[in-house]
Antibody, heavy 119, light 108 residues
Framework: QVQLVQSGSELKKPGASVKVSCKAS????????MNWVRQAPGQGLEWLGL????????TYAQGFTGRFVFSLDTSVSTAYLQISSLKTEDTAVYYC????????????WGQGTLVSVSS | EIVLTQSPGTLSLSPGERATLSCRAS???????LAWYQQKPGQASRLLIY???SRATGIPDRFSGSGSGTDFTLTISRLEPEDFAVYYC?????????FGQGTKVEIK
């Protein structure tokens, strides 16, 4: 069965960096793009962008270029989200989600990773 | 970018009642490329509907989606206790793939 398992919660200080991982199993990793979505405390879902797992080409939503970087390690079926120069407003739960282009929709989601940024 | 506006913000209903959730787009969503998701605390979000009206694998038939263009609806015909959650719509018609702000369905 398809599973997306994300790394654990992180507590960081402003200005630091964080790298969130999303390990996929149960399907061919390079067949589906991986999306990243965030949810600030008490807020709704916000699409950050996606990475083509076949080519490694990322697409970032406006406002998420520069400090946000998507990457892959296809040898271990894992996608990564790295955020640099963290700000307190980056505090949120970050989700990875598999994209099925045939639908289209995000058909499987990770459990989320809480990134807390506080001095 | 396409802005999705969901209404109402909160829906207070009893088990067995019908829930009707709206998702309105600021411009036409091409190909009716709109999906609905269910989110519960501490759980991974679940895809309910794609293509505006197609149920995802394993989704009970009490969930149905309809609409096209700028107006979309998710209907839960008879609420079960496990249906009380937050529901989001998302469009794939044009990038960025935006979400609505969510509708919370709570027990009355």
């Amino acid at each position: 069965q398809v599973q997306l398992v994300q790394s654990g919660s992180e507590l960081k200080k402003p200005g630091a960096s964080v790298k969130v991982s999303c390990k996929a199993s149960g399907y061919t990793f390079t067949s589906h793009a991986m999306n990243w979505v965030r949810q600030a405390p008490g807020q709704g879902l916000e699409w950050l962008g996606l990475i083509n797992t076949n080519t490694g080409n990322p697409t970032y939503a406006q406002g998420f270029t520069g400090r946000f970087v998507f990457s892959l390690d296809t040898s271990v079926s894992t996608a990564y989200l790295q955020i640099s120069s963290l700000k307190t407003e980056d505090t949120a739960v970050y989700y990875c989600a598999r994209f099925d282009g045939a639908l289209p929709a995000l058909d499987y989601w990770g459990q989320g990773t809480l990134v807390s940024v506080s001095s | 970018e396409i802005v999705l506006t969901q209404s109402p913000g909160t829906l207070s209903l009893s088990p067995g009642e019908r829930a009707t959730l709206s998702c309105r787009a600021s411009q036409s969503v091409s190909g009716s490329n709109l999906a609905w998701y269910q989110q519960k605390p501490g759980q991974a979000s679940r895809l309910l509907i794609y293509g505006a009206s197609s149920r995802a694998t394993g989704i009970p038939d009490r969930f149905s989606g309809s609409g096209s263009g700028t107006d979309f609806t998710l209907t839960i015909s008879r609420l079960e206790p496990e249906d009380f959650a937050v529901y989001y719509c998302q469009q794939f018609g044009s990038s960025p793939w935006t979400f609505g702000q969510g509708t919370k369905v709570e027990i009355k």
